[in-house]
């Protein structure tokens, strides 16, 4: 189980929110379109197996770095900023997403968008995830002064979409008409979808993890001191995830303020994360964020709901042990629960993890989150 988040902050007088309006263009800008991450999204809920590997790879979208920090500069630019009337990045969905929820008209030319190498279909340049793309809406007038700054930063952009007033979203390919929805079908979420769901009351209350915490200790106690060690090690519960934390850089930006692993020896995992807002030279900032996560797997098997709750509480806790105020805490809840097929399967739909976030400094407090 995987949890990602970004928290991101931007200077107030860079930031315009407008509503596109007939005339402006989309710009796709960033790497090109490829197979990869066609069917990410949905892959994702899928059940794998040891065959996923051979089978499903092109699901896993292809990241670039370089790319990425590069368009992270130019969105840095405060002259390039105020052009932009509204932006999305490129996830689950591709293009038919990310430009497709810019404005209520839209007609979209897929022969414009930036491909890795040629034989996409349009269904392929439609739902491609690729990575290190985005699209931004600017007025037609401004488009050109847009793509000159991505260029002087080495970036691939092109206008890729015009907003009409027809309320219909419009994706054409090779002089063909191959999507054309109106966008209140699109705004209703389609056809109204029913499952019938069994909510059940968890198991024995005599049975939780919570009735009486020490069991499972008395239990270990009750052994020799080998089997207890072993039948220690062998819990989930104890397995270290040290290979995978150190796969990730936490130096860079120098903005860390909590090394993953902590300690005389740095081999300890501290219990949430903290990271100094990014601000460019010769700015400083003593304001930092704050996250944390909870999630107890013996309370949620017995329990989801149970499990939700201990989950926000461990977050909480966690926050207060690392300096942070629980009461000036954000809730990001995130969901996970087995496959749905049946009513019972329906019910287990509960929360079952929480992760937090926060922003404190010398400046006062606020929030970002995403």
């Known amino acids: 189980m995987e949890l990602g988040a970004v928290i991101a902050a931007a200077p107030v007088n860079t930031v315009i929110r407008e509503r596109p309006e007939p005339g402006d263009v989309v710009i796709l800008?960033?790497?090109?379109?490829?197979?990869?991450?066609?069917?990410?999204?949905?892959?994702s809920s899928k059940v794998h197996t040891e065959k996923s590997v051979t089978t499903a790879a092109a699901e896993v979208q292809k990241g670039n770095a370089v790319e990425e920090r590069k368009i992270q500069r130019l969105f840095r630019r405060k002259d390039v900023s105020l052009l932009i009337r509204r932006s999305n990045d490129f996830g689950a969905g591709?293009?038919?997403?990310?430009?497709?929820?810019?404005?209520?008209?839209?007609?979209?030319?897929?022969?414009?968008?930036?491909k890795k190498y040629e034989g996409l279909n349009g269904t392929e340049l439609a739902i491609s995830e690729s990575q290190e793309r985005m699209a931004v809406v600017v007025r037609e007038k401004d488009a050109d002064t847009f793509i000159a700054y991505a260029a002087?930063?080495?970036?691939?952009?092109?206008?890729?979409?015009?907003v009409t007033d027809t309320d219909r979203l419009v994706m054409k390919w090779r002089g063909n008409t191959i999507v054309?929805?109106?966008?209140?079908?699109?705004?209703?979420?389609?056809?109204?979808?029913?499952?019938?769901?069994?909510?059940?009351?968890?198991?024995?209350?005599?049975?939780?993890?919570?009735?009486?915490?020490?069991?499972?200790?008395?239990?270990?106690?009750?052994?020799?001191?080998?089997?207890?060690?072993?039948?220690?090690?062998?819990?989930l519960a104890c397995c270290s995830q040290r290979g995978l934390g150190e796969r990730f850089d936490g130096s860079i930006g120098a903005s860390s303020?909590?090394?993953?692993?902590?300690?005389?020896?740095?081999?300890?995992?501290?219990?949430?994360?903290?990271?100094?807002?990014?601000?460019?030279?010769?700015?400083?900032?003593?304001?930092?964020?704050?996250?944390?996560?909870?999630?107890?797997?013996?309370?949620?098997?017995w329990s989801a709901w149970h499990g939700a709750q201990t989950a926000v509480l461990s977050s909480l806790a966690k926050i207060t042990?690392?300096?942070?105020?629980?009461?000036?805490?954000?809730?990001?809840?995130q969901e996970f629960f087995g496959r749905a097929v049946d009513g019972k399967t329906w019910g287990l739909s509960g929360r079952r993890a929480a992760r937090f976030d926060r922003r404190a400094g010398s400046d006062g407090y606020g929030v970002y989150r995403r």
């Open 94 to 114: 591709g293009v038919s997403v990310a430009v497709g929820e810019l404005a209520p008209g839209l007609d979209i030319n897929l022969d414009a968008v930036p």
């Open 29 to 43: 800008l960033g790497g090109g379109t490829g197979r990869d991450g066609i069917g990410g999204a949905t892959g």
């Open 321 to 333: 042990c690392i300096g942070g105020k629980a009461s000036a805490s954000r809730l990001s809840f």
């Open 257 to 301: 303020v909590l090394f993953p692993y902590g300690g005389r020896f740095q081999c300890t995992p501290e219990a949430g994360m903290a990271a100094k807002l990014p601000v460019l030279s010769p700015r400083e900032t003593s304001t930092v964020s704050l996250m944390t996560f909870g999630f107890d797997p013996r309370v949620g098997q």
């Open 152 to 162: 002087a930063e080495n970036l691939n952009a092109v206008v890729v979409a015009k």
């Open 180 to 235: 054309d929805i109106a966008r209140g079908f699109l705004d209703a979420a389609g056809a109204r979808h029913e499952a019938d769901a069994v909510i059940e009351s968890p198991a024995v209350p005599q049975k939780s993890p919570l009735v009486n915490p020490l069991e499972s200790v008395a239990k270990k106690l009750s052994k020799s001191l080998p089997e207890a060690w072993l039948s220690d090690m062998s819990d």
